[in-house]
């Protein structure tokens, strides 16, 4: 990663500032001692010297447009450059949901070409493939030349679960993936272009506002980032962030329950990245007080028990204020 470190400066020239406190994502070799305390306590790291994916280094759109079959792939088409999923059984919750994006399955080629002949005012484009037997020989061999004697360590030293995905992402420069949190752990692999993470560890839950659980946003921050509205969301200002900006060869350890807003930094062109997503490991046995990752979890299973036992998301709210006012406040 040279040519990030030698440009750091301006890549963060380019990138929109915060009114939140910022601090740097450590970057290490995959050998350094800190690196393996970092990931086995649950925290982000950059590591620079995985060779996780040094087999795909030479993928660009050319590449991939001959090599990935004849197969359809999945495409998120939005009229802004923030790609805000939901999940779609959900969406009968809500009344007079609008769906930010739009997915649709199409060619490899055909991808490209709307990549290339975009103009302002098209839809934006984001596909989102997961590398299974849909792709072609040549993409199964590079697949194959992955480091995984590394990666299968990394999942055993920590005892995660199985690996469940291997995502494929190909996008244009300056899309924003809005801030939200998973709940699998995350080797997240950069292999063509420049992204930006900001990343904000589980105790932020108060400060980042999530979407109910029956929400088709769940798992989604309210806050817009761009226009933070103060009145509805004040405690966002007092959220703490940490920025990670990977580049060609970089691998990001992304801790489950850990919030991220991911940008594909401008002027970098088409962004190609590879995400590895792992099961959480058997349940940690559980300490008092909480740590934050166990609150935010017990947060959401209480809340679907109560959704359920309703049987009416409307009911919630009214349920939580009766059972909270006069009595805790």
């Known amino acids: 990663m040279a040519d990030l470190e030698s440009q750091g400066s301006d890549v963060k020239f380019h990138l929109k500032q915060y009114n939140f406190q910022i601090e740097n994502v450590p970057r290490l070799s995959c050998t350094d001692a800190k690196a393996e305390k970092l990931i086995s306590n649950g925290l982000p790291v950059i590591l620079t010297d995985t060779k996780l994916v040094s087999s795909a280094l030479h993928w660009d759109l050319d590449y991939l447009s001959e090599n990935m079959g004849e197969g359809d792939f999945t495409v998120f088409l939005s009229d802004t450059n923030k790609f805000m999923y939901f999940d779609d059984k959900k969406i009968e919750n809500v009344k007079d949901f609008k769906q930010p994006t739009q997915m649709i399955e199409m060619k490899f080629p055909e991808f490209v070409t709307r990549l290339r002949s975009y103009k302002e005012g098209d839809k934006r484009l984001y596909m989102q493939q997961a590398l299974n037997d849909t792709v072609g020989r040549?993409?199964?061999m590079d697949f194959l030349g992955f480091n995984w004697t590394w990666i299968t360590e990394q999942q055993k030293k920590n005892k995660w679960g199985p690996l469940t995905s291997n995502l494929l992402l190909v996008g244009m420069d300056s899309n924003i993936t809005p801030a939200h949190y998973d709940e699998q752990e995350n080797f997240f692999a950069q292999i063509k272009g420049c992204k930006r993470f900001l990343l904000f560890d589980p105790s932020n839950f108060e400060c980042l506002y999530p979407f109910p659980v029956y929400h088709p946003h769940d798992r989604q921050s309210q806050v817009d980032f761009d226009n933070p509205d103060s009145l509805r969301?004040?405690?966002?200002?007092?959220?703490?962030?940490?920025?990670?900006?990977?580049?060609?060869?970089?691998?990001?350890?992304?801790?489950?329950?850990?919030?991220?807003?991911?940008?594909?930094?401008?002027?970098?062109?088409?962004?190609?990245?590879?995400?590895?997503?792992?099961k959480a490991g058997p349940t940690e046995k559980v300490q008092y007080p909480l740590k934050a990752h166990q609150r935010v979890a017990m947060t959401r299973n209480i809340e679907k028990m109560i959704i359920q036992a309703l049987n009416d998301p409307t009911e919630v709210a009214p349920f939580m204020q009766a059972m909270v006012l006069g009595r805790y406040t």
């Open 233 to 278: 969301f004040p405690k966002f200002q007092d959220a703490k962030a940490f920025e990670a900006i990977v580049g060609p060869g970089d691998v990001l350890y992304l801790p489950m329950y850990w919030w991220h807003q991911v940008e594909s930094v401008p002027g970098h062109g088409t962004v190609i990245s590879v995400n590895f997503w792992y």
């Open 138 to 140: 040549r993409i199964v």
